[in-house]
């Protein structure tokens, strides 16, 4: 398992309840690829939404995505964290 | 006070030590501007980061990472989060 952070664009006046949907949307399905997506992060002004996850690989990332509705190609693994 | 996804390139190949040396740089002067690091995650083969912060400003982040040494103008304000 890795960590993922993945990058969406064009969410642009995307509400707090719409990206709540499109969360739930993803976590409704995203243990049949053992995805587990923890937060995101919307700009509704420039509309990037960073989310992220730990999956087995981003090809799972990338199918929960595409699955619900959402799909994006700018995945990457972050095996290197601070806080 | 917001929230703040910041995103830097080419760090290709950086170590977890050195990704803790940047934000220790961040941190180490952070409250001059009321900027606060909480998280960084780093991809080493793309050589992306993404920095979680709280801050009164996107400039008040951008002013820190360049004192700090690692300028970028790619942060995002992002004021609803989903976990």
Redesign the interface.
Known sequence: MG?F?D?HSGFVG???DQ??EA?EADQAIEAEEGVHF?????????G?V?C?STAPSREAVMRIHERAGHPTTEV????????
Chains 1, 2 share one sequence.
């Not at 923890?38 to 420039?46: I, Q, V």
């Open positions: 960590t952070m990058v995307v509400t707090a990206l709540k969360h923890e937060r995101a992060w919307l700009d509704p002004e420039s990037k960073f992220l990457y693994e972050v095996p290197i964290q601070v806080a």
